[in-house]
């Protein structure tokens, strides 16, 4: 049995996901913005880090770095640039 995640994602609305979904097939963005929406797509359907990490193409250890780096933490989604909010 696989242990239970120390810090789980929420879940995402359905406009951050569209948003994290054009992210990670974005071609002229920073490299290290489409990897971690790469990351937190995959985890957020179920991966463990380490495979989302792979399908990245990062090191597992480098994951949770680079989406606190980023992002603040796993509970914080990328704001959205043309939120009506």
């Not at 948003?19 to 290290?32: D, F, I, K, T």
């Amino acid at each position: 049995m696989s242990r239970l995640k120390k810090d789980p994602l929420r879940p995402f609305r359905p406009e951050e996901r569209v948003h994290l979904e054009r992210l990670s097939r974005a071609l002229g963005l920073p490299a290290a913005l489409v990897a971690r929406a790469k990351v937190l797509l995959a985890v957020a359907n179920g991966y463990s880090y380490s495979a989302a990490a792979q399908l990245a193409g990062l090191q597992a250890v480098s994951t949770v770095n680079l989406i606190r780096a980023l992002g603040g933490g796993w509970s914080t989604a990328p704001a959205l640039a043309n939120s009506n909010e």
